[in-house]
T-cell receptor, first 113, second 113 residues
Framework: AQSVTQLGSHVSVSEGALVLLRCNYSSSVPPYLFWYVQYPNQGLQLLLK??????LVKGINGFEAEFKKSETSFHLTKPSAHMSDAAEYFC???????????FGKGNQVVVIP | DAGITQSPRHKVTETGTPVTLRCHQTENHRYMYWYRQDPGHGLRLIHY???????DKGEVSDGYSVSRSKTEDFLLTLESATSSQTSVYFCAIKTGDLNTEAFFGQGTRLTVV
């Protein structure tokens, strides 16, 4: 069964500092990987996705993620945190032959002025 | 925004009563999903549908049933609500292509007292 692991439920980062959120996946077949963001009292919206076209994926709001098959990872980064980045971030995986998305437990990001 | 409407947006109900949540889409997407979101658990799949009258269970399906009689509507029913079903419920839609993302509704906050 496919799954993702996100460590550290709460992540604090200073404004202007690097944002790094880790995601490791488990899948027996080539995965499709997604990062979603959820702002307070809203639904989830897509930040970026990996679908095998390129290992480095750029998303909205300056975020990017790199797919590393050898490490089974898809970590999310942003070089410089902004106050508006305060939100919850979810990593999700689906795989060939399966249209079910499995989500990690999420990272609540707090940006410190 | 993708055309997904969840109703109601908020509901308070008593233990033991039946509750039905509605998800309506205008995108004609094949796949529809119901997730619940709880602190520390991320999003967990309850049920999903891959076509009219075609549904399957997710990881936390006990106590829930679903129906999809039309492409655009996916209903989630709690036959006899319990306090453990207090949660935020999200509907999502997706095309049948494996490399596409899911689009989420705004959520329904359900409180069972």
């Amino acid at each position: 069964a496919q799954s993702v692991t996100q460590l550290g439920s709460h992540v604090s980062v200073s404004e202007g500092a690097l944002v790094l959120l880790r995601c490791n996946y488990s899948s027996s077949v080539p995965p499709y990987l997604f990062w979603y963001v959820q702002y307070p009292n809203q639904g989830l919206q897509l930040l970026l996705k990996y679908t095998s076209a390129a290992t480095l994926v750029k998303g909205i709001n300056g975020f990017e993620a790199e797919f590393k098959k050898s490490e089974t990872s898809f970590h999310l980064t942003k070089p410089s945190a902004h106050m508006s980045d305060a939100a919850e971030y979810f990593c999700a995986v689906s795989s060939y032959g399966n249209n079910r998305l499995a989500f990690g437990k999420g990272n609540q990001v707090v940006v410190i002025p | 925004d993708a055309g997904i409407t969840q109703s109601p947006r908020h509901k308070v109900t008593e233990t033991g009563t039946p509750v039905t949540l509605r998800c309506h889409q205008t995108e004609n997407h094949r796949y529809m999903y119901w997730y619940r979101q709880d602190p520390g658990h991320g999003l967990r799949l309850i049920h999903y549908s891959y076509g009219v009258k075609d549904t399957d269970k997710g990881e936390v399906s006990d106590g829930y049933s679903v129906s999809r009689s039309k492409t655009e509507d996916f209903l989630l029913t709690l036959e006899s609500a319990t306090s453990s079903q207090t949660s935020v419920y999200f509907c999502a839609i997706k095309t049948g292509d494996l490399n596409t993302e899911a689009f989420f509704g705004q959520g329904t906050r359900l409180t069972v007292v």
